[in-house]
């Protein structure tokens, strides 16, 4: 008999809906029509994000970098109408750690396992590997959306999960959640932003601080010394470019968290559907590359994601993750780079601290209060630290 607990696709999902809507919850993303995805995911008139297409969620699951073994087990929420068409779909998946989330949970974790709770498995709302808000609730209309959320909420109290969360959700999203009674945990991540109109990276560094922009550009003389740097896309990309950052990306992920998430077949699959969606900012030694960061486009930011070298060169990885990446947005007008989670270092850089966001519904009213006094302060505490990170920004004030 299947347990309810570890697979919650076998337990009753009878949340609050239209009486036209049928939630349920699917087997993967592959198992959902492409167009049918896409069209909820990226709709006209909706900003393009390159991780909620069927291309990118799909190809993790055809290279096993989620399911089987992983701890990632697809499970995407759908909604159909009366007529049996797609109308509301939510990237979800059945989670057994808290890995590959960019959201740490495991103080929770610990404490509710201490107290003789279970915390895994967990119902996740995400892109997996992938800290970037973005839409969670798939839907043309509010009506669904919010009968998303409350399949989501039904299925985590139907199988007895300790929580379903909704991970790096749009503001605009957070605030349905929240008025639905989701808990709301805030976060912090930087991100260049132009706000100036700059057309350029000289237009840039005009708005700074005359210290900070000697700084820069001595900083981005000494990191390309006797290097060239190309930045790739679309039919420029090889396989023996991926090749390259492959072994950038394993050097990086042995050094910083032991297993990377991904593999190479994924990588392969990205350059197969979405080569025109992915910039590959490269530096060479002469002819030998030594170096590489993975961007991926949206309409209106660029995404860095991923970087690595094979020798060590100082300032290499700012110039690549962060100069070059506000480099190809400036040129392409994109009002935005989102360069990953973390980092205190970027703030120099003009990346300015921008909050994120985590949703959850917690059943058990115990825990549900003890981490609601947990919020609490955190919030006012991440809060209060934008503030004053807002206040040592490079850019230029009436005494600099």
Partial sequence: MTDPATDPASASCEPPRPDTLTVSLGEAVGSVDRSDWDRLANPPGQPFDPFLSWDFLQ?????????????????????????????????????????????????????????GGRWYPKLTAAVPFTPVAGRRLLAADAGTRAALAEGLRAVAEGSGLSTVQVNFPEAAQRDGLAGQGWQVRTDRQFHFSNTGGWRNFEDFLGALSSEKRKNLRKERARA???????????????EAHWDFFFACYLDTGSRKWGSPYLNRAFFSLVHER?????????????????????????????????????????????????????????ARGLPRVEAGAQGGHKLARGYGP????????????????????????ETEAVLADNMMLESHTPFRTATS
């Fill in 274 to 330: 979405m080569a025109d969606q992915v910039v590959l900012i490269l530096a060479r030694d002469g002819s030998r590359p030594i170096a590489c960061a993975l961007n991926f486009l949206g309409s209106e930011a660029l995404y860095g994601r991923y970087w690595g070298r094979v020798e060590d060169r100082p300032f290499l990885h700012f110039e690549l993750c962060y100069y070059q990446a506000m480099d190809e947005a400036l």
């Fill in 59 to 115: 190809a993790l699951e055809q290279a096993g970098c989620v399911g089987g073994r992983t701890g990632w087990q697809p499970r995407p929420l759908l909604a159909h109408d009366g007529a049996g068409a797609l109308v509301g779909a939510v990237p979800s998946y059945v989670k057994l750690h808290s890995q590959g989330e960019y959201i740490f949970d495991h103080a929770f974790a610990d404490a509710w396992e201490r107290a």
């Fill in 354 to 377: 921008v909050e994120t966001y985590q949703a959850f519904h917690i059943p058990h009213a115990g825990l549900r209060a003890a981490i609601d006094r947990y919020l609490a302060a």
């Fill in 224 to 238: 390309v010394e006797g290097l060239t740097v190309e930045r790739l896309t679309g039919a420029d990309l090889t």
